[in-house]
């Protein structure tokens, strides 16, 4: 059974500072491009989220986008810290919105409780963040 992990995106204005990001730092891992992020604790999913999982990314309040798993494994800082790395495919998949209260790590989210993807996908018709963003404010999107 799927699962998928929601993730506050800290520090990201809006989804092309994301995809920048993302750009930015992509590393190979086993022959492919993937681009990790970190935390302290592994999920205990792990089975579960790499049978079609994704990091659902919370931006600015609201879940925005998506990213699927391809691996997981543990790195250590240079003091001797591990880490759980976890590796998502460099592709940032957008979503409705949906609005999403701050909470701290990661929380693990059911696939019918995930927002569904846009229908056209990045760029298209969709309005500029901007624009989307005061309608989020008055409550019309």
Not at 31 to 48: C, D, L, S
Request: charge should be neutral.
């Amino acid at each position: 059974m799927t699962v998928h992990l929601l993730r506050l995106a800290v520090g990201a204005e809006n989804l092309q500072a994301m995809r920048d990001w993302r750009h930015d730092h992509q590393i190979n891992w086993q022959g492919r491009a993937v681009v990790p992020t970190y935390t302290k604790r592994a999920p205990t999913r792990v089975t579960e989220l790499l049978d079609g999982g994704c990091i659902y990314w919370v931006v600015k309040g609201y879940i925005q986008c998506r990213q699927r798993f391809i691996g997981f494994d543990e790195v250590q800082d240079v003091d001797g810290t591990a880490y759980c790395r976890m590796l998502m495919a460099p592709e940032l998949i957008e979503t409705v919105s949906m609005p999403k209260r701050p909470f701290q790590g990661w929380r693990y989210l059911k696939s019918e409780e995930a927002p569904a993807d846009l229908a056209g996908g990045a760029g298209g018709d969709a309005l500029p963040e901007h624009l989307l963003a005061e309608l989020r404010a008055l409550g019309l999107a």
